[in-house]
C-alpha cells in the first residue's frame, strides 16, 4: 500500500502562484510515476504533469507555467503552479505508480483544492 498526502492548495488571484506538495509513504518502489492531475466541477480528471526518472509531462494548457520536480529522498514531489488562470480552478490529485510487468495499481491523494479568481 502507498499513501499519498497532498497539501498547499488554496483560493488565489489569477496571475499569482501556488506550490502543491505530495509525501508518498508506504512500500514505495524506486522506479515510479508520480505527478498531478485535476478534476473541476462538471469535467474528467485530466493529467496535468506527470515525472519519472527518465522524463516530464505536461498537460498542454500548463506548459511554461507549471513546474513539476521530485525529491526521491523524501518521496516527495512538487507542482509549482505560476501565472495562474481561473481555468486552472479544480481539484488536485496525487498520483503514484510504480513502473513494472504487469499492471500495478494506481494510487491517488484524497485532493487539494486550488481556486483561482479573476
Known amino acids: 500500500q502507498v499513501q499519498l498526502v497532498e497539501s498547499g492548495g488554496g483560493l488565489v488571484q489569477a496571475g499569482e502562484f501556488l506550490r502543491l506538495s505530495c509525501a508518498a509513504s508506504?512500500?514505495?518502489?524506486?522506479?515510479?510515476?508520480m505527478g498531478w492531475y485535476r478534476q473541476a466541477p462538471g469535467k474528467q480528471r485530466e493529467m496535468v504533469a506527470l515525472?519519472?526518472?527518465?522524463?516530464?509531462n505536461y498537460a498542454d494548457s500548463v506548459k511554461g507555467r507549471f513546474t513539476i520536480s521530485r525529491d526521491n529522498a523524501k518521496h516527495t514531489v512538487y507542482l509549482q503552479m505560476n501565472r495562474l488562470k481561473p481555468e486552472d480552478t479544480a481539484l488536485y490529485y496525487c498520483h503514484y505508480r510504480r513502473v513494472g510487468l504487469g499492471s500495478p495499481p494506481n494510487y491517488w491523494g484524497q485532493g487539494t483544492q486550488v481556486t483561482v479568481s479573476s
Open positions: 515525472i519519472t526518472s527518465v522524463g516530464i
Open positions: 508506504g512500500n514505495i518502489f524506486s522506479i515510479n510515476v
